[in-house]
T-cell receptor, first 112, second 114 residues
């Protein structure tokens, strides 16, 4: 079956660094994405890794190890506005349809 | 900046009633999706749509669900006979087919079945 496991909740203070892990087991794998979702809002794209290694986009970085079926999202210089849920998502194939299978989600709480 | 628009933002319906949720995707997108999210849970894939036909559907997308793109712009999800467990946020999403696999989600339609 398919499973993407994440910690349910992470707490941190402003200015800190936090890492959100994702381990996956899916029928196919083409890449790992991360999405942010504020309460009551839509998921918004943060990053995508198709190859092993680290991708950096401003304060956010994402890492992938295909051999370990593992990835993480690293958030640096945390701000209050980063309080949200974060989902990893696997793209299972390269059919062009890009169906994503989402993880269980991690709620990040940033305190002053 | 172009965005995905969904209507209604919230719909309350009685069990057994039909519901149609509407979406206007970004104009240059080719691939369209419906996802749902039960409160506090993960985002679940329902169906993908390409070239005016369903390309993939999940186990959730049973015979009571249908999708259409009737006029080349709107993309609809119909639930024929709603059940209590259909209460969820329904997200429409689109993609252009680029290498990042980015999906652009609408703000969602919250469906409450009583």
């Amino acid at each position: 079956g398919q499973s993407l496991e994440q910690p349910s909740e992470v707490t941190a203070v402003e200015g800190a660094i936090v890492q959100i892990n994702c381990t996956y087991q899916t029928s196919g794998f083409y890449g790992l994405s991360w999405y942010q979702q504020h309460d009551g809002g839509a998921p918004t794209f943060l990053s995508y890794n198709a190859l092993d290694g680290l991708e950096e986009t401003g304060r956010f970085s994402s890492f992938l190890s295909r051999s370990d079926s593992y990835g993480y999202l690293l958030l640096q210089e945390l701000q209050m506005k980063d309080s949200a849920s974060y989902f990893c998502a696997v793209r299972e194939g390269d059919t062009g349809f890009q169906k994503l299978v989402f993880g269980t989600g991690t709620r990040l709480l940033v305190s002053p | 900046e172009p965005e995905v628009t969904q209507t209604p933002s919230h719909q309350v319906t009685q069990m057994g009633q039909e519901v149609i949720l509407r979406c206007v995707p970004i104009s240059n997108h080719l691939y369209f999706y419906w996802y749902r999210q039960i409160l506090g849970q993960k985002v679940e894939f329902l169906v993908s749509f390409y070239n005016n036909e369903i390309s993939e559907k999940s186990e959730i997308f049973d015979d009571q669900f249908s999708v259409e793109r009737p006029d080349g712009s709107n993309f609809t999800l119909k639930i024929r006979s709603t059940k209590l467990e259909d209460s969820a946020m329904y997200f429409c999403a689109g993609a252009s087919g680029g290498p990042s696999g980015e999906l652009f989600f609408g703000e969602g339609s919250r469906l409450t079945v009583l």
